[in-house]
């Protein structure tokens, strides 16, 4: 099979192809060009963050609240609107209202002890002291708090998928380093085989490298299989496919100004939540004043509004009625302080937020500073394993040390240049996860 393969690989394509002219040249171009963009699929940070912003499925809950905040709405406001109700009663009573015989010489019949009636009442408020446009507001503001919520679980996933993009970020850069090291270690073995053929070299001295170049393509796979598992991960949580060939930007990382302020989600909410505490404070204030509504009714009934008339008939009547509650035994005033406590409970829930956020941004500031500490001495290290690699390629190529000798001084070579890697990607990790902690993070890439 492997000579099978060579003899394909070198077969002319002259030979196997026709001429083709200009025309056929474009078109066969044309006809690889969607290939071309497919091996070419790239796709950033940013894009990411958005993805998941947009398609998981906690997002859906905001179109929910902003429905629910709507409807809600329009149930308040049913309160300026006249109330209709209607009622029916039949009662049996064990004494009535008696004269105890006659009056002005006429008998008059007391009312019977069954009694019915029916009525169809109306009521229209007239004022209610702002209470129906305060409790718009507190809707309002709970819808809110709702959303933001769902916008703080959101942001949370920022970290989920930035730590997800630079582990498969990692991953394709190791795989570049690989291919890297795979093409110089290829050239050697021509190198190697070109002296075994003319006896300069041992045939030993191949079989070391061809078996290094079986450990690459080895690691190679297994770099290829973590980068399917995580980017299957990573498919599933922005809600789009991403194919194996894709190619991850790596993002830049933009200088934050001074004046710049924090955009975490969890600050406003906790302005939220002290405006509806303010809110809920108005309502019970608003709750106190009087209530002056309109009111009429008409019935039908045995007995009417003539009580003396023990027979069914008709009747209405129609005024103004006033409610007010003058005395609640301080029930309103018990439940502000109340509320008062659950104000000062958010500020010492933010206090806690900050504090914990601060901590968090002061381990994330040590470990930036920590890896350019290592880079710096990576930097040192390579130039230096740079030479040392040289200096072993002229030696194996002279036969005076073995390809074993080289390909160790190679490997620290190839485990230099991937620690620099590693630790440039972590530092560009902690610095986007920093902004992000702060709530400063912009758009890191084009």
């Not at 507001?137 to 919520?149: F, L, M, S, V």
């Amino acid at each position: 099979m492997k000579h099978l393969i060579d003899s394909i690989q070198h077969v002319s394509w002259k030979l196997v192809l026709p001429p083709l002219n200009k025309d056929s040249f474009l078109l066969v171009v044309l006809l690889s060009f969607p290939f071309i963009i497919q091996a070419q699929e790239t796709i950033s940070l940013d894009k990411c963050l958005r993805l998941v912003h947009i398609n998981y499925p906690l997002a859906k809950q905001t179109s929910l609240l902003t429905e629910q905040l709507g409807l809600d709405i329009d149930a308040i406001k049913k309160d300026r609107l006249p109330k209709l109700d209607l009622n029916g009663q039949a009662t049996y009573q064990s004494e009535v209202t008696s004269l105890g015989g006659q009056l002005m010489n006429v008998t008059i019949d007391p009312p019977n002890k069954d009694q019915y009636r029916t009525t169809l009442d109306a009521n229209q408020l007239i004022y209610h002291g702002g209470l129906i446009d305060a409790s718009i507001k507190a809707k309002e503001t709970k819808a809110a708090i709702g959303q933001q919520e769902v916008e703080i679980s959101l942001y949370g996933l920022k970290n989920r998928v930035n730590h997800l993009y630079f582990s498969l970020l990692l991953l394709q850069e190791n795989q570049d380093l690989l291919r890297a090291k795979e093409s110089q270690l290829t050239a050697r073995l021509e190198e190697v085989r070109a002296g075994v053929k003319y006896g300069t070299l041992l045939s030993s001295s191949a079989d070391a490298l061809e078996v290094e170049l079986i450990k690459i393509q080895q690691r190679n796979t297994e770099f290829s299989l973590s980068k399917l598992d995580l980017l299957q991960q990573l498919s599933i949580m922005i809600g789009t496919d991403l194919q194996p060939q894709v190619v991850l930007q790596r993002p830049e990382v933009f200088p934050v100004s001074s004046d710049q302020t924090s955009k975490r989600p969890e600050l406003l909410l906790f302005e939220l939540q002290k405006s509806q505490v303010d809110l809920s404070s108005d309502l019970l204030e608003r709750s106190k004043l009087p209530k002056i509504s309109a009111f009429a009714q008409g019935g039908y009934g045995n007995p009417g509004l003539n009580m003396l008339d023990n027979t069914f008939n008709s009747f209405f009547m129609t005024g103004v009625k006033l409610n007010w509650n003058v005395f609640d035994w301080n029930k309103n005033r018990k439940e502000r302080q109340s509320l008062q406590i659950d104000r000062s409970i958010v500020d010492s829930q933010k206090e806690t937020f900050e504090l914990n956020n601060g901590l968090e941004l002061v381990n994330l500031q040590s470990e930036i500073d920590k890896m350019e500490e290592l880079i710096r001495y990576d930097e040192q290290i390579i130039p230096r394993f740079e030479k040392i690699v040289k200096t072993a390629e002229s030696q194996l190529k002279n036969g005076v040390i073995t390809s074993s000798a080289y390909i160790t001084e190679f490997t620290n070579l190839y485990e230099a240049k991937s620690n620099l890697a590693l630790h440039k990607t972590q530092k560009l990790l902690n610095q986007i996860q920093y902004q992000i902690t702060q709530g400063t993070y912009e758009k890191s890439s084009n």
